[in-house]
């Protein structure tokens, strides 16, 4: 139970720094940002916008996501919950296959 208590104030720790509120802000900034700069990308009237538009919003998509799993698997708990749900994935997509070798 010790242990446990030392898991979720290391939780606290990080979720209060600033590194975790900087990553925060800056992923959900960017995201925010985007469609604004997409519109005004596309209003110039060169009519190139299109795919470099599509390329940019998945540039910032990536990078959110990449924000995402770093801060997921710095922290323990998070770490946990990630490591459980994979598992529980990988045994449903086992069986699937096992039973359709079964026939």
Same mark, same amino acid.
């Given at each position: 139970?010790?242990?446990?208590?030392?898991?979720?104030?290391?939780?606290?720790?990080?979720?209060?720094?600033?590194?975790?509120?900087? =990553?925060?802000?800056?992923?959900?900034?960017?995201?925010? *940002? %985007?469609?604004?700069?997409? +519109?005004?990308?596309?209003?110039? #009237?060169?009519?190139?916008?299109?795919?470099?538009?599509?390329?940019?919003?998945?540039?910032?998509?990536?990078?959110?996501?990449?924000? =995402?799993?770093?801060?997921?698997?710095?922290?323990?708990? *998070? %770490?946990?919950?990630?490591? +459980?749900?994979?598992?529980?994935? #990988?045994?449903?997509?086992?069986?699937?296959?096992?039973?359709?070798?079964?026939?």
């Amino acid at each position: 139970m010790k242990n446990l208590k030392t898991i979720f104030a290391s939780f606290e720790e990080k979720a209060k720094s600033a590194k975790v509120q900087r =990553v925060l802000l800056t992923g959900a900034t960017a995201f925010a *940002l %985007t469609p604004v700069a997409l +519109a005004s990308e596309g209003s110039g #009237g060169s009519g190139s916008g299109g795919m470099s538009a599509v390329l940019g919003a998945f540039d910032t998509v990536v990078s959110l996501m990449n924000k =995402v799993w770093e801060l997921m698997t710095s922290n323990p708990l *998070l %770490t946990l919950f990630l490591a +459980a749900g994979l598992l529980t994935i #990988g045994v449903r997509v086992f069986r699937q296959i096992k039973r359709a070798a079964k026939g």
